[in-house]
Nanobody, 117 residues
């Protein structure tokens, strides 16, 4: 079993920055995808950014050039640096780990990010 613990949510003004972190523990596969999803009220959960074990990165077009995903393998922690935040970025942000070998998805608790003046 894998546990994901997130931190870093909160309230920020438009144009501001916020950094999310997600620490993984437990039986972590070497073949996996880790990433961030977000979900606004009444909307479908969408992929924000992801990173594969081999280092391939993927970003949603709406956050490209503003958000950066990174990982500290020694700490089993993935980060999402969010810059130039917009009100449209307001959502619950979920950390995700997908074990490719088993097909199992693991999710963090989903802190709220609110961008408002």
């Amino acid at each position: 079993q894998v546990q994901l613990v997130e931190s870093g949510g909160g309230l920020v003004q438009p144009g501001g920055s916020l950094r999310l972190s997600c620490a993984a523990s437990g039986r972590i596969s070497n073949i996996k995808i880790m990433g961030w999803y977000r979900q606004a009220p009444g909307e479908k959960r969408e992929l924000v950014a992801s990173i594969m074990s081999g280092g391939r990165l993927n970003y949603a077009d709406s956050v490209k050039d503003r958000f950066t995903i990174s990982r500290d393998n020694a700490k089993n922690t993935v980060y999402l640096q969010m810059n130039n935040l917009l009100p449209e970025d307001t959502a619950i942000y979920y950390c995700n780990l997908r074990d490719i070998l088993t097909g199992q998805d693991y999710w963090g608790q989903g802190p709220q990010v609110t961008v408002s003046a």
